[in-house]
């Protein structure tokens, strides 16, 4: 894991439901570490959901760099499929609920360069809510804009709650939600999808939403 301040943007535990962007002005407090991920998108052979998330191995998490050594057991089956970004955070949203925050890679970038002038937003006493828009700019479900209100972001900055801070302290770390597979377990994983087993058995944890726009 890394902190938001060292990030460089480049099998489940804990079930914690994902954020679910919605049309229009929306906004989340996002804390603890982010989550570095690539994901491959494996075609499942059994129909919906037509692709299913498997880890990249080869990317480190620590370093979010690339380590060729490693073995990666996707590429051994699909030599040419290739993993997509998919960095996220656990946020608070306005009611209190503690939520995945899969970034949106667009999203993402407008969210460091705002650090830069507001601070660490992760910050329970000195951050602030990350404050932006959805907008559909054509009729494709790829067709969607993502815009951060620095504005707003700014009005917005300072401490949360003693009651959220105690909230976040409880919580399960981002690592704990998705600890890192072993190699193993992603052998495992793909195994259950190229078979015909119970689809219960095939780890499903990311949605559409992590998909990069």
């Known amino acids: 894991m890394v902190k938001f301040t060292e990030s460089t943007g480049g099998s489940t535990g804990t079930k914690v439901e994902t954020y679910k962007y919605v049309d229009g002005l929306q906004k989340v407090r996002i804390f603890g570490d982010i989550l570095p991920r690539y994901l491959y998108w494996v075609p499942n052979p059994k ?10 191995l080869q990317f480190q998490r620590d370093t979010e760099s690339w380590d060729n050594s490693k073995t990666d057991p996707v590429k051994e089956v699909y030599p040419d499929l290739q993993p997509k970004w998919s960095y996220g955070a656990l946020c608070m949203t306005e009611n209190g609920d503690i939520k ?7 999203l993402w970038g407008q969210i460091k360069d705002t650090a830069e002038t507001l601070g660490d937003p992760t910050d329970t006493k000195n951050g602030w809510w990350i404050v932006f828009r959805k907008k559909k700019t054509g009729p494709s479900p790829m067709n ?16 949360l709650t003693d009651e959220q801070i105690e909230l976040i302290k409880e919580h399960d770390s981002i690592e704990e939600v998705y600890p890192r597979p072993t190699e193993d377990q992603v052998r495992q994983n793909l195994a259950n999808i ?4 119970d689809e219960e058995e095939v780890d499903e944890e990311a949605t559409d939403e992590f998909t990069v726009e």
Do not use: H, I, Q
Request: aromatic share 6%; net charge neutral; charged share 25%.
């Open 194 to 197: 190229l078979s015909s087993g």
């Open 144 to 159: 969607v804009e993502y815009s951060l209100d620095a504005l707003k972001c700014n009005s917005e900055k300072g401490p």
């Open 100 to 106: 995945v925050l899969p970034f949106k890679r667009t």
């Open 47 to 56: 129909g919906k959901p037509s692709e299913l998330p498997v880890e990249a």
